[in-house]
């Protein structure tokens, strides 16, 4: 059984920085390519970032380019998100997701974590 967990969402400050981890499980992380969503109430899910299974390449939403950095550990079976200069706008629970290798598809979903950024 596939298991998604994220954690480290929190009620932050505007310019605060925030590290969400995901752990994964029942799965072979390394195939996997491992991505960010967010999405704030009465808004849609939004892409924040991607990391390729090999961790060759990373790839980020424009709202969050430059502020926001993802990585993995392979040997922790773990995905991270590094946010820096948080602000009020980035808002929102954060999911994290699986897809294979570069399917683009994602196959797993986990449940995600609230994270706040007051003004």
């Known amino acids: 059984q596939v298991q998604l967990v994220e954690s480290g969402g929190a009620l932050v400050q505007a310019g605060d920085s925030l590290r969400l981890s995901c752990a994964a499980s029942?799965?072979?992380?390394?195939?996997?390519?491992m991505g960010w969503f967010r999405q704030a109430p009465g808004k849609e899910r939004e892409f924040v970032a991607r990391?390729?299974?090999?961790?060759?390449?990373?790839y980020y939403g424009d709202s969050v380019k430059g502020r926001f950095t993802i990585s993995r550990d392979n040997s922790e079976n773990t995905v991270y998100l590094q946010m820096n200069s948080l602000k009020p706008e980035d808002t929102a629970v954060y999911y994290c997701?699986?897809?294979?290798?570069?399917?683009?598809?994602?196959?797993?979903w986990g449940q995600g974590t609230q994270v706040t950024v007051s003004s």
């Open positions: 997701a699986a897809h294979l290798l570069d399917k683009l598809i994602y196959d797993y």
């Open positions: 029942g799965l072979t992380f390394s195939r996997y390519s």
């Open positions: 990391i390729r299974w090999n961790a060759g390449s990373t």
